[in-house]
């Protein structure tokens, strides 16, 4: 791993594929870390130059006195892509991710190729689901944390995904107890603030959306609106719930991969 020195502490990363190739930054949920995207590593490495990294607040990055804020999350990946020297990339993100995408979509559409934005929203919940999580988890820290990694294996994965996977889902959910609750309460604010409803026609780069039709976080509803406010904007759905990328896999790599080799 390696990191990059921002203002006020570092941003972990990780780059695989071969050199040269475009640069595909993959940016995670909401409690997870960098490896939530380890599924599909090898066939994105087989086309792209791939920039992982650990969101402000998750994993081995830096965790600064919240609330965040979505615009400040999307100028970490600047600075990122500045440090690196990287141009232009295409960007994914899931759910917190695809906010981030969204602000980057609207403000810095000249840094991205093509963007896709996963199991997300324009607008994700209010002050009434935020709010009382964010007290829970400064109040109880690293129980809450241990009581929302619990929870969320029914928000994160279908009943049937979960059963038949469960070390997977193990793997997964565990990266959310671990997760600085200070770091977390953060990132919740900036998700709590976030509302794009307003600007999706200011993005101007090709867009796929994807949803999970079993996502009760953030339920297909939301991607289509997004979809349907980009001109152009393409639209996939499978049957997931909120983590689409670990639990469909192969056949979710298979039409980012398409989505971004398209002429």
Known sequence: MASVQLADGVLNYRLDGPEGAPVLVLSN???TDHTMWDP???AFAAHFRVLRYDTRGHGQSLVTEGPYSIEQLGRDVLALLDALKIERAHFCGLSMGGLIGQWLGIHAGERLN???V????AKIGNDEVWNPRIDMVLRDREAAMVGLRDASIERWFTKAYAQANPDQAKRITD????????????????VRDADFR??????KVPLLVISGSA??????AGGRFIQ???????????????LSNVEVGAPFSRRVIDFLLAR
Do not use: K, W
Request: glycine share 12%.
């Open 198 to 203: 307003g600007q999706l026609g200011e993005i």
């Open 228 to 242: 349907e406010h980009v001109v152009g904007a393409e639209y996939a759905e499978f049957q997931a719930a909120h």
């Open 40 to 42: 599909q590593l090898p």
């Open 29 to 31: 949920s909401l409690g």
């Open 114 to 116: 093509r963007l896709i």
């Open 215 to 220: 996502d009760a976080v953030t339920p297909p």
């Open 175 to 190: 990266m959310l107890a671990g997760t600085s609750p200070d770091g977390y309460a953060a990132n919740c604010g900036a």
């Open 118 to 121: 996963c199991n997300t929203a």
